[in-house]
């Protein structure tokens, strides 16, 4: 075999990798919407905000999710925790994070602002099935 051929496979070899591993990240960049685990490792890593990462785990059963919703330029990330509904916890972590807790919430449930005005938190209670949901809505 030639030495030019080698190398001609050699760089297609090399670039077919690159594409191997670079497409999945390439296609959660246009993603609309996902619902993974903290097992999802590349999905955990790549939606997941600082806030929810460090968030106390209050169940065993939970699950993130993502929304990008098109048209209003929102991000929407959160974490449903099942089983349960106090989320005194979650409260805690907020305060003693710098979040303050809003006077006014569009949901039922609570809102927090942190230091990023265009970054906000709602605790949401699901009391059936028992649930709570923590999302953070990035309008940038």
């Known amino acids: 075999m030639k030495t030019s051929t080698k190398v001609s496979l050699a760089a297609i070899a090399i670039v077919f990798a690159g594409l191997v ?6 296609k959660m960049d246009f993603a609309e919407s996902a619902s993974y685990t903290e097992q999802d490792k590349r999905e955990y890593e790549f939606f997941t905000p600082d806030v929810l990462k460090n968030i106390p785990r209050i169940s065993d059963d939970y ?5 990008n919703v098109s048209g209003q330029a929102l991000l929407i990330y959160d ?8 989320a005194s916890k979650i409260n805690t972590y907020l305060q003693e994070n710098g979040y303050k807790r809003l006077d006014a919430c569009d949901i039922a449930g609570e809102c927090w602002q942190g230091n990023d005005p265009k970054v906000s938190v709602s605790v949401g209670v ?5 649930a709570i949901i923590v999302s953070v809505v990035d309008e940038s």
């Open 21 to 26: 591993y670079v497409w999945p990240y390439v």
């Open 63 to 67: 699950r993130f999710g993502y929304s």
């Open 79 to 86: 974490i449903r925790f099942s089983g349960t509904t106090d």
């Open 126 to 130: 699901v009391p059936n099935p028992k």
